[in-house]
């Protein structure tokens, strides 16, 4: 598969509210916190849904206490559940298949999910066998969302999850060893899980880290370097990337960014939107 065919899958993946039924309004559990004000069951529609499935305070979310609004992301799981699974049948007009929709979900999320790191592994320099083994990853993947509703709960994630799991493990290794042979004073560069919460990382260079499953809440990274670090799984809530350099960092969700502190200056991947929420 050709870099830029891959580049092209992965901005796809985004969330197009406007063709979804109001699913992550509806389906998910919500529990009172500091992101949400209220307890929500799964399958029960949010107080401010609208009938036309638009969100009554979009545009005052975080005013009125609901962070986690903003922070979410589908990946564009949403629209594929409402409008290929379900053929445009919404879970209003069609009461019946509602429970159904609202399982499928979660689970189309985790398919696109896999599909957004397949794809942004795919789009960097890497061997050719790597390569056509994370192509097939990705294919499957991209058959498995097109499944009916029955087949996609019947789905064991694991199986494929596991596999590929361990080719993005390769490829973020071997892009960061290329990388890390060229730096002066080479250290440890594998912080995978580390408990950095907090800490003081302003103007650092922090290229090629391994930052897989990281905590990073709170961490002070602007003006930092992370150009090629892994985050893939780490906890960026509240973390400051004002002014900090992600331009090629790897496996950064929208919903990890989301979740963070950031500025007109902060630099992001090609398939990152700059959050409405930033400072400007």
């Known amino acids: 598969m050709y870099k830029e065919t891959a580049k092209n899958i992965r901005e796809s993946l985004t969330a197009d509210c406007m063709k979804c039924f109001g699913l992550c309004c509806t389906a998910l559990h919500i529990v009172a916190s500091s992101d949400f004000p209220i307890n929500k069951p799964a399958g029960t529609p949010c107080i401010h849904l609208q009938s036309d499935y638009g969100c009554q305070i979009h545009g005052n979310l975080r005013e009125k206490g609901f962070k986690g609004c903003t922070v979410f992301d589908c990946l564009g799981a949403g629209q594929v559940v409402s409008q290929v699974t379900f053929k445009g049948r919404s879970w209003r007009d069609n009461p019946e298949i509602g429970d159904k929709m609202f399982q499928v979900f979660p689970v189309m999320e985790q398919i696109h999910e896999m599909m957004a790191y397949a794809a942004e592994a795919l789009s960097y320099d890497i061997p050719p066998a790597l390569s056509d083994k994370l192509s097939m990853q990705l294919k499957e993947l991209q058959s498995l969302s097109k499944f009916d509703a029955e087949q996609l709960l019947s789905l064991d994630l694991v199986m494929y999850r596991f596999p590929l799991n361990k080719l993005l493990l390769e490829t973020s290794k071997y892009i960061r060893k290329s990388l890390i042979e060229k730096l002066p004073g080479t250290k440890n560069y594998n912080h ?53 350099n992600l331009s090629t960092s790897m496996f950064l969700t929208q919903m990890q960014i989301n979740s963070a502190k950031g500025d007109v200056k902060t630099t992001l991947p090609y398939y990152i939107q700059r959050p409405f929420h930033w400072i400007n």
Do not use: H, P, T
Not at 202 to 222: P, Q, V
């Open 192 to 244: 995978e899980r580390a408990d950095w919460i907090g800490k003081k990382l302003r103007g650092k260079d922090l290229r090629a880290l391994d930052l897989r499953g990281a905590y990073l809440i709170s961490a002070d990274m602007g003006n930092a370097d992370l150009r090629c670090v892994d985050f893939i799984g780490a906890d960026l809530r509240d973390a400051d990337l004002r002014g900090a």
